[in-house]
């Protein structure tokens, strides 16, 4: 499939509508995903990127109907990961000496992946490729997201190429931004930012500022994955500029996970506690263990406090929190409080370790937290919604 995207350039990307995972098991896509590569046919010919290994005959095959492969004069590989470079090896085998355009980084990376030689052209910053009348200005932005990754400009058409920034794991034929539905656009955006790009914020500031420094005209922008935004580019832009700022929103997200449901009642009446107090806050709370852990990531990201919740195992605390908190600390949140809660039985060990972890992950844990010995009764549910009044205004 070739879809036109403005003049000479044209998408000939993979609809991915079957993927439901990425980054092996570690990001559920419940909208699929797709691999977005561009032909642009100027008196010269650029491809950039491709798409997932598993797509790679297809998409030769496919490219081949659109274009005489040799006419390709160079390749551009914005970033290495297999998603985007994976039909390499099976595009360069048909055409061998085509120019490989990447950063520094990107021939490490690619040659660490495939093991070729291929014909790399090392770019920076600031260096051109001219297609005619027309050029590719390149601009390296490494973290968002490997240390290899660049953007590249076509001039005259205002076409930004900004692989992953920008993208969201969303399958649409449609393609355009203009063209979906945009409370799924959206919050597909943030949960990729939240989940891939929540660590490289302050790179994600900088590089914007330093785009915009360039005074370059912005008509389109071309991302890796998901839609071309056509329509008011900037509205993305300006929503990742919020989102790189610290971002939270009025909500405090309650995480746990129950044994025999003790933990679960507690859960509960700290919302009440929190809602009766503040009932301007948005509380949701979440069972870790049943719910998806992207989805429960971008309600942190949303967040201003989060309040965990454990029971006490083999003195430490149940594994879907574990993996959580595991998670949650490599993405570095910024300026968010939280607290901890749980049942137990005898030792009693899991409010210390979930609060020590949430320290560990940035968090500013605001007290030692609630403990409740067996199930709740009455007057201890009475204290949990005690508690969940106070946090109320110590999680504000
Ligand atoms: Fe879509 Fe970092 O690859």
């Given at each position: 499939m070739k879809v036109k995207v403005k003049n000479n350039v044209h998408w000939v990307g993979k609809i991915?509508?079957?993927?439901?995972?990425?980054h092996g098991n570690e990001y559920s896509t419940r909208r699929g995903s797709t691999y977005n590569s561009y032909l642009i046919d100027e008196n010269k010919t650029a491809l950039v990127d491709t798409v997932w290994a598993p797509f790679a005959k297809e998409y030769v095959s496919n490219l081949a109907r659109e274009i005489d492969?040799?006419?390709?004069d160079f390749v551009v590989a914005?970033?290495?990961?297999i998603d985007h470079s994976g039909a390499l090896p099976e595009l360069l085998e048909r055409i061998p000496d085509t120019p490989v355009y990447c950063t520094a980084n990107g021939v490490k990376s690619l040659t660490g992946h495939y093991h070729r030689e291929w014909n790399f052209q090392v770019v920076k910053t600031g260096d051109r490729l001219s297609l005619g009348s027309k050029e590719l200005i390149f601009i390296e932005a490494p973290m968002?997201?490997?240390?290899d990754s660049m953007f590249c400009y076509l001039t005259g058409?205002?076409?930004?190429?900004?692989?992953?920034?920008?993208?969201?794991h969303y399958a649409s034929e449609y393609l355009f931004n203009d063209l979906v539905d945009q409370n799924e656009l959206f919050s597909e955006c943030l949960k990729y930012y939240a989940n891939i790009l929540t660590p490289f914020s302050s790179l994600v500031e900088k590089k914007i500022q330093e785009f915009l420094s360039l005074g370059l005209p912005l008509d389109i922008i071309c991302t890796s994955?998901?839609?071309?935004?056509?329509?008011?580019?900037?509205q993305i832009v300006e929503q990742y500029l919020k989102w790189a700022k610290s971002y939270q929103e009025n909500q405090i997200t309650i995480v746990y996970d129950t044994m025999w449901n003790s933990t679960r009642v507690m859960a509960e009446r700290i919302a009440e506690g929190i809602r009766r107090t503040d009932p301007d806050v948005h509380v949701k709370l979440f069972n870790i263990a049943g719910s998806d852990k992207n989805d429960v990531v971008a309600e942190v990201f949303k967040s201003k406090a989060v309040v965990f919740g454990s029971p006490t195992i083999n003195r430490g605390i149940l594994t879907s929190l574990a993996g959580l908190l595991e998670e949650i600390k490599g993405l570095s949140f910024k300026d968010k409080k939280a607290a901890v809660f749980g049942s137990y039985g005898w030792s009693g060990e899991s409010t210390r370790i979930l609060a020590e972890s949430l320290q560990q992950a940035g968090f500013t844990v605001v007290d030692d937290g609630l403990k409740m010995l067996w199930n709740p009764s009455e007057q201890s549910i009475e204290e949990c919604v005690s508690y969940g009044q106070k946090l109320a205004k110590e999680l504000s």
């Open positions: 991915d509508w079957e993927l439901r995972k990425f492969l040799k006419k390709i914005n970033h290495a990961e968002l997201h490997w240390p058409d205002n076409i930004l190429f900004s692989n992953d920034a920008f993208g969201q994955h998901g839609v071309i935004w056509r329509k008011d580019p900037a």
